[in-house]
């Protein structure tokens, strides 16, 4: 039989594709608009944004390349795409594979339930890597073009990391809810809605007088300590990998232990 990993990733090649090639495409197209920010046009406009909802949405320092990319194309649409496959890709492993009556099948096999989801979990996080090194050589085919010299290419690169962790984090938290429950739809729903509450709290906390919920985001160790400007952030690339770690032995735990609907 081959390896549940190798089919896993064989299968899902056209998602996986179209969704690093157009996340690459998305973010090289905004990234081009920063010669047009950095000349002031945008700029201006940002300046008329209180202060509070400037710094909700990391503009206090748009007209520097780590500025703009940080609040946009890495704050807000590239993390988006790649959060979305994530949790499409964690929402198929386990659960969408019960739902459509193949998961039996499969454990027919050689294949216990743990070596089924690991590999499951490996192939999300191989995805994951595979479109963020996508994002970071578009990004750095368009450095000198769009004038984004000023950010270094290991900066580049530990944005790139953080972006990959970060879609294997809801992938991975998809994946615990699917083999939870068996459905689809619990953990498309509780995906999201953890993604929509985690943004909310990453973004929002400071301005409700609620700092301390930033650090129950997994969009904190994301981008809270700019990458873009800073490099490499070990401690918050541990936790979120550590995060990952923890939701794979939670959902191997629990998908061991379920009945399994047939």
């Known amino acids: ?90 929402t198929r492993a386990i659960a969408g594979d019960e739902e459509a009556g193949y998961l039996d099948l499969l454990l027919a096999h050689p294949v216990g339930r743990t070596r089924l989801l690991l590999h499951r979990c490996a192939a999300l996080a191989i995805g994951a890597a ?10 750095l085919a368009v450095r000198t073009s769009a004038q984004l010299d000023t950010i270094s290419i290991a900066q580049f690169a530990a944005q790139s990391v953080a972006l990959a962790l970060l879609a294997t984090v809801f992938g991975t938290i998809a994946t615990t809810i699917g083999a939870a429950t068996g459905s689809r739809a619990a953990a498309l729903a509780g995906s999201a809605a953890v993604g929509v509450l985690a943004y909310a709290a990453n ?9 301390r919920l930033r650090y129950l985001s997994p969009f904190h160790y994301y981008i809270g300590n700019e990458p873009l ?4 952030q ?16 939670i959902a191997t735990t629990v998908f ?7």
């Open 1 to 90: 039989m081959p390896s549940v990993l190798t089919k896993t990733l064989w299968d899902s090649r056209r998602s996986l594709a179209g969704f690093a090639v157009g996340t690459a495409l998305v973010g090289t197209m905004y990234a081009g608009f920063y010669p047009q920010v950095a000349g002031g046009a945008m700029g201006q406009a940002v300046e008329g944004f209180s202060p509070a909802l400037r710094e909700a949405l990391n503009m206090e320092d748009i007209a520097s390349a780590a500025g703009y990319l940080g609040s946009s194309v890495f704050g807000i649409i590239v993390p988006l795409i790649a959060v979305i496959y994530g949790i499409a890709t964690g």
């Open 130 to 139: 595979i479109l963020a090194g996508l994002v970071l050589l578009a990004m």
């Open 203 to 211: 973004t929002f906390a400071t301005q409700i007088g609620a700092d």
């Open 229 to 232: 400007r800073n490099g490499f």
């Open 234 to 249: 070990w401690a918050d690339l541990g936790i979120l990998a550590a995060a990952v770690a923890v939701l794979v032995l």
């Open 256 to 262: 061991n232990r379920r009945d399994l609907t047939s």
